[in-house]
Structure formats: C-alpha cells, structure tokens
C-alpha cells in the first residue's frame, strides 16, 4: 500500500507538473514565400523623394543588387560599393516583397525598409532610410529619407 501511495504522489506530480511549470509564450509568425523571380542580379536607379538631411542623402543613384538564398538565408550584395547584407523578408507574394535590413557604420546604424511590386523582369518600389548616430552608446541624432526604386533584372529567374 506504501508503495501504491509513493507511484500514485509521483504519477500526479508528473501529470501536474506542466499547470505549475512557467508558462512559455510560442513564437508567432507569418510565413511569406518570396517569388523565385525576386533573385538574380538586378540594375536598380533609386531617386530620393524626401529627406530631413539633403547633404546626408544623395539625390540619385544606380545601382546592382545580386539577391541570393542559401537554405533560409537571403542576401543582398551590391559589387559597385561593396555592401552585403542578410535581409529580413516581412512580408511577399507573387508580384509583392517587402523586405528590412539594417548595417552598422562606426557610430552609426542603417536601417532599411524596402517595399518592391514586381512586375516580370521590372521592379518599381520604395526604400526607407534611417540613419541614426550614437555617441558614447546614445542616440543623439535620427535623419531619415525615402526613395523611389526602379529595377531592371539583368539575370536569374523572370517569373514563377
């Protein structure tokens, strides 16, 4: 009878464990599929629209983006100035990618939000910058722009 007591104690301490157990919130997310057309090389000519810091922001530029995937991992290198980034996809579908990505330059930190409506080898889209500065590890200065894109895929994949 000891002994039934003691299996019956461990069997409800087992069973009950979980109710007293920290509750652990699940990961949350959506999960976009980005369009095979979206890689490959593209020639992109970006033109600013507005800025609060016009000596920061060039006003125009052309540049190349190569955007690759290896296994969940997507990046974008442009060889005219040497960047290379992964990118945080946040939301695609057939024609549509919206992507983040963000850099680190001395005591500044590049963020990057870029919306693309594809369209067959053109692209036509928004990139939204933030720039902001930091002096002994605090924020002292933001300066925004936002541009308008226009890419002509050169090579890789034209439509799913």
């Known amino acids: 009878m000891k002994n039934c007591l003691i299996i019956l104690f461990i069997f409800?301490?087992?069973?009950?464990?979980?109710?007293?157990?920290?509750?652990?919130?699940?990961?949350?997310?959506?999960?976009?599929?980005v369009p095979n057309s979206f890689f490959g090389s593209w020639r992109v000519v970006s033109k600013r629209i507005e800025t609060d810091a016009p000596s920061k922001f060039?006003?125009?530029?052309?540049?190349?983006?190569?955007?690759?995937?290896?296994?969940?991992?997507?990046?974008l290198c442009n060889p005219f100035n040497g960047a290379k980034a992964e990118i945080t996809v946040k939301r695609a579908d057939s024609k549509y990618v919206e992507f983040t990505?963000?850099?680190?330059y001395d005591k500044k930190i590049?963020?990057?939000?870029?919306?693309?409506?594809?369209?067959?080898?053109t692209f036509q889209g928004f990139d939204s910058l933030i720039l902001e500065t930091y002096v002994n590890g605090k924020l002292t200065k933001v300066e925004t722009a936002?541009?308008?894109?226009?890419?002509?895929?050169?090579?890789?994949?034209?439509?799913?």
């Open 12 to 33: 409800f301490s087992i069973c009950s464990a979980p109710l007293y157990a920290e509750q652990v919130p699940l990961l949350k997310g959506e999960v976009s599929v």
């Open 58 to 75: 060039k006003e125009k530029g052309i540049d190349l983006w190569n955007l690759s995937r290896t296994n969940n991992v997507i990046t």
């Open 101 to 104: 990505k963000s850099g680190k």
């Open 110 to 121: 590049l963020n990057d939000k870029v919306e693309l409506y594809i369209e067959g080898d």
């Open 146 to 160: 936002k541009y308008s894109l226009k890419g002509e895929k050169i090579s890789g994949q034209i439509s799913d």
